[in-house]
Antibody, heavy 120, light 108 residues
Framework: EVQLVESGGGLVQPGGSLRLSCAAS????????MSWVRQAPGKGLEWVSY????????YYTDSVKGRFTVSRDNAKNSLFLQMNSLRAEDTAVYFC?????????????WGQGTLLTVSS | EIVLTQSPGTLSLSPGERATLSCRAS???????LAWYQQRPGQAPRLLLY???TRATGIPDRFSGSGSGTDFTLTISRLEPEDFAVYYC?????????FGQGTKLEIK
């Protein structure tokens, strides 16, 4: 059974940093691209970042470029999102999602999400 | 970026009825790159359809999709109680991939 479990969310002050993690199991993690998708409270879905199975290529949505860094450790079946210079508008539930192929494929499995709140 | 506009915002129907949800794109999207997701309260989204009309693993055949160009439709033939949720369309044709704002399907 495919499982994706996010962790690392919490309350951070504006300008602060946080690192999210996503532990994957039930599938050959090293063969799949992954993405982060976020959902602000009561709002819709927004794709944040994509990382291919071998960590290249990597893509970001414009609003997080230069602030967020996605990475993965295939040996540990883990995906990460390092978030710096956090802003109030980054407040959201962050989901990790498996991409069934390259960046032009849908998200076929999702984790339950971890909540990031950016507030003073 | 391609903007997806879903309508209606809220759809009130009864179990057993047919639901028709619309997704309109601001520019043409290849039908190979349009997906639909279901999100129940407090849960993660679940992939329903991809490539406009191909059902994902385990999705019942009461869910179907159609469309091309800028207009796409998700149809649920006979609503079951578990189908009342929020539905999102997504295009992954152009970067960045984008989602519609969602249609909430509620029990009438």
């Amino acid at each position: 059974e495919v499982q994706l479990v996010e962790s690392g969310g919490g309350l951070v002050q504006p300008g602060g940093s946080l690192r999210l993690s996503c532990a994957a199991s039930g599938f050959p993690f090293s063969l799949y691209s992954m993405s982060w998708v976020r959902q602000a409270p009561g709002k819709g879905l927004e794709w944040v970042s994509y990382i291919s199975s071998r960590s290249s290529p990597i893509y970001y949505t414009d609003s997080v470029k230069g602030r967020f860094t996605v990475s993965r450790d295939n040996a540990k079946n883990s995906l990460f999102l390092q978030m710096n210079s956090l802003r109030a508008e980054d407040t959201a539930v962050y989901f990790c999602a498996r991409t069934s192929g390259n960046h032009r494929t849908p998200f076929d499995y999702w984790g339950q999400g971890t909540l990031l709140t950016v507030s003073s | 970026e391609i903007v997806l506009t879903q309508s209606p915002g809220t759809l009130s129907l009864s179990p057993g009825e047919r639901a028709t949800l619309s997704c309109r794109a601001s520019q043409s999207v290849s039908s190979s790159y349009l997906a639909w997701y279901q999100q129940r309260p407090g849960q993660a989204p679940r992939l329903l359809l991809y490539g406009t009309s191909t059902r994902a693993t385990g999705i019942p055949d009461r869910f179907s999709g159609s469309g091309s160009g800028t207009d796409f439709t998700l149809t649920i033939s006979r609503l079951e109680p578990e189908d009342f949720a929020v539905y999102y369309c997504q295009q992954y044709d152009n970067s960045p991939n984008t989602f519609g704002q969602g249609t909430k399907l509620e029990i009438k």
